[in-house]
């Protein structure tokens, strides 16, 4: 198995733009979550999806800020429009139904910089 | 929700000594307690995880520990070395079934 994947996996623009991040789960896992990680906040929880629903979105920044989980194997993290403090790390990550639900597979991560 | 506090952020020690590194937890229902080791510029991975019917878990050189009635559990790492540099991660699920981190501790391995 690739493991979770995710694009891109750097990306630069400039603040107003619209960015939008891939990710694409380990095939069976029926979680996927989004985070976020910087070296003021550490990993923050941004939303999580179980069988494609959303279930949690409370840790959703704003309304800049919007996920979607067409199906089971792709998902996006959109940012409209995007501002300097958005610059962080954004981690998916996904997990297996039962008792491995815990246990958070993570991708390489999207390295995200908004001038 | 769930709230997971962790200590020390930074950690030096020498090589071959021990490392411990401590979280707490507020939600008496969270029943999973994973740890992630992150290196420079990786993701997270998980290392080590143990559950709430358990108290310790080893893995060669990891252990865990996990003290319900006092909401704490604890990473401790044996025999240190160079690679075990990094970044851990202490997490909890909570009753909601989300995974709270702890905001991590930076481990230095000294030569």
């Known amino acids: 198995d690739a493991g979770v994947i995710q694009s891109p996996r750097h990306e630069v623009t400039e603040m107003g733009q619209e960015v939008t991040l891939r990710c694409k789960p380990i095939?069976?896992?029926?979680?996927l979550f989004w985070y976020r990680q910087t070296m003021m906040r550490g990993l923050e929880l941004l939303i999580y999806f179980n069988n494609n629903v959303p279930i949690d979105d409370s840790g959703m920044p704003e309304d800049r800020f919007s996920a979607k989980m067409p199906n089971a194997s792709f998902s996006t993290l959109k940012i409209q429009p995007s501002e300097p403090r958005d610059s962080a790390v954004y981690f998916c990550a996904s997990s297996a139904p039962g008792g491995g639900r815990g246990t958070q597979y993570f991708g390489p991560g999207t390295r995200l910089l908004v001038l | 929700g769930e709230n997971v506090e962790q200590h020390p952020s930074t950690l030096s020690v020498q090589e071959g000594d021990s490392a411990v590194i401590k979280c707490t937890y507020s939600?008496?229902?969270?029943?999973?307690f994973p740890w992630y080791k992150q290196e420079l510029g990786k993701r997270p991975q998980l290392i080590i995880d143990i559950r709430s019917n358990v108290g310790e878990k080893k893995d060669q050189r990891i252990a865990v520990t996990l003290n319900k009635t006092a909401k704490h559990f604890s990473l401790h790492i044996t025999e240190t070395q160079p690679e075990d540099s990094a970044v851990y991660f202490c997490?909890?699920?909570?009753?909601?079934?989300?995974?709270?981190f702890g905001k991590g501790t930076r481990l230095h391995i000294l030569p």
């Open positions: 997490a909890a699920r909570g009753r909601d079934d989300k995974i709270i």
């Open positions: 939600d008496s229902a969270s029943n999973y």
């Open positions: 095939s069976g896992h029926d979680y």
